[in-house]
């Protein structure tokens, strides 16, 4: 048996049958992935909006979501502790925009005075949320909905495509298509497959395969215009999730790496709240971020950059620049338990004294 810290899920088996959930609502749609959702979104909203702002720390398929659909997409700046630039923002809005927004690793990104400033001052302004980072902790913000919410789903559970928008506005009917062939759906489904049977054999012949796999369904989608629904198998995988059970066992994941972590100098993001229940748990290293990287994933700790920064981004915002270019995203997730996350603390720890 290998045991694996990150990267993408594993599954044992194929589920069979048909939902027996109808998920999709006049408020709530079902997607392939986040990328798709977001897009899905920008058609809802072209015929009000001229253009898109988003924080420069993002993700560049995030970008090309509305950019495919011909949206201008420009960028505000973030502060030290991942919050808003204010003053930055204000700078450059305007009536007739969406802003969207993250919540990175669960810490707010916006205050609710600054919320209802945006939606009172300005005409036909949307507000959208990519809850991604902090998914099971999304409830209503602040007592203030967002127009729109978005999250990739497959980020957090083990499914093979899947993302959400929620909305407080009707839904209008959009040309979401079923792909007959499913192929990217099959493809990732086969390689989670034969991950569970790599980590439950350590046969190391298998890894490189379902590896390429991956890689090839991650190209595949970032070249696939379409938007698809989100396939019976995981609808049905996600019918059967005990989502209570796999917040808790994250929040206990994130804490005890927080505990563990929280007087190094190489921690500067700080939380409080012990209901903190984000994506990953992000270090910020003033040393050689990608040796580092290098070298926990040699020890099967594999932890992704939160993100290169989109071309179109790069010199809008220094905090945005610094992050992306210092931080990594610990894994936290279900499949782990405390004792696991002790390790990644306890490895990660020795990289960096080696290093010293």
Known sequence: MVKEYGSDFSLDEIPKGVPNLCLDSPYTVYLRSGRECLKYVGLQIES?????????????????????????????????????????????MEDNLAVVYINYFGRPTFTLEQLVFLKAEFRDVFIIKDATHDFFDDKVLFGVEPDYVVASLRKW???????????TRYLLEQVVE??????????????????HKY??????????????????????????????????????????LN???????RRDNFMRLYQHLEHKDFINISYSSSQT????????????????QKELAEHGIYCPVI?????????????????SANMLALPCDHRYTESDMEYVAATLETIIQNMA
């Open 48 to 92: 009000e909006v001229n253009r898109i702002l988003m924080p420069a720390l993002c993700c560049r398929s995030m970008v090309k979501a509305f950019t495919d659909i011909g949206f201008k997409v420009d960028f505000y700046r973030l502060e030290k502790d991942l919050t808003v630039d204010w003053t930055s923002l204000l700078e450059i």
């Open 157 to 167: 559970f083990a499914l093979p495509d899947g993302g959400i928008v929620k909305s």
């Open 178 to 195: 079923r792909d007959p062939e499913d192929f990217f759906t099959k493809q990732r489904t086969q390689a989670m497959l034969m991950k």
């Open 199 to 240: 980590l439950a054999t350590a046969d190391v012949s298998i890894k490189p395969l379902y590896r390429d796999v991956f890689s090839k369904c991650a190209t595949f989608l970032s070249e696939d215009l379409a938007i698809m629904t989100m396939s019976d198998v995981s609808r049905i995988l996600l019918e059967h």
């Open 243 to 249: 989502v209570q059970k796999m917040s808790d066992r």
């Open 277 to 292: 229940c984000p994506l990953y748990f992000p270090v910020v290293l003033n040393i050689d971020r990608d040796f580092v």
């Open 307 to 323: 993100w290169p920064i989109p071309s179109s981004a790069v010199g809008h915002c220094q905090w945005s620049e610094y992050f």
